[in-house]
Structures are given as structure tokens and as C-alpha cells.
């Protein structure tokens, strides 16, 4: 079981840069593909992006693509979100989440606890 305690995000104006990390306990960190998610007032949750269990594969949604990137440190059992020219509508709830090996794609078990990011002037 792995656990997931998520740290960074706060207000910033438009076209600032946040990191957000995300750091993992329990179980074994390497075995999880891990993607962020981000869910604003009133919507639905959306999906930000997705990095491979080695780190060496990425994948981002098109509202984010060119702007925010996944990085991860097996080694520190931490996976990060650099977000660079962050605009008003990029203000949500930010969610990391672990797909464990094996798991059918997209299916991930295990959520860090969010947090919240503001942007605006």
C-alpha cells in the first residue's frame, strides 16, 4: 500500500511558475506509474499528466502540454509537477495518483491528499 503526501501550491499571479511534490511511503514507489490530476470548483476532475514507472516516459493533457512537466526521483520516492506560465483557469485542486504495475491503464489506486492552487492577479 503505498501512501501518497502531497506538498507546494499556493497563490501566484498570472504567469508565475509553482512546483507541486509529491512523496511517497509504503509499498515500492518504482513499481507505480504516477500522473497528476486537477479538479476545479464546480467541474469535474481532469487529468494533467502522466510519467512511466522509469521516468522516462511523459504524457500531458493538451490544456498543459509546453507549460507544466512530470519529473520523478525514484530514488527519493517523489514525483514533481513544474508549472511554468500558469494562467487563471490553471486554479484548482491538484491531485498526484499511483498506477500500480500490473493495473489496468489508467486505474490508479492509490491518491495523495491535494492541494490547493490559485492563480490570479
Known amino acids: 500500500q503505498v501512501q501518497l503526501v502531497q506538498s507546494g501550491g499556493g497563490l501566484v499571479q498570472p504567469g508565475d511558475s509553482l512546483r507541486l511534490s509529491c512523496a511517497a511511503s509504503?509499498?515500492?514507489?518504482?513499481?507505480?506509474?504516477m500522473g497528476w490530476f486537477r479538479q476545479a470548483p464546480g467541474k469535474e476532475r481532469e487529468f494533467v499528466g502522466r510519467i512511466s514507472r522509469a521516468g522516462d516516459s511523459t504524457y500531458y493533457a493538451d490544456s498543459v502540454k509546453g507549460r507544466f512537466t512530470i519529473s520523478r526521483d525514484n530514488a527519493k520516492n517523489t514525483v514533481y509537477l513544474q508549472m511554468n506560465s500558469l494562467k487563471p483557469e490553471d486554479t484548482a485542486v491538484y491531485y498526484c495518483?499511483?498506477?500500480?504495475?500490473?493495473?489496468?491503464?489508467?486505474?490508479?489506486?492509490?491518491w495523495g491528499q491535494g492541494t490547493q492552487v490559485t492563480v490570479s492577479s
Open positions: 495518483a499511483g498506477e500500480p504495475y500490473g493495473a489496468p491503464y489508467g486505474r490508479y489506486l492509490y
Open positions: 509504503g509499498g515500492t514507489f518504482g513499481d507505480n506509474t
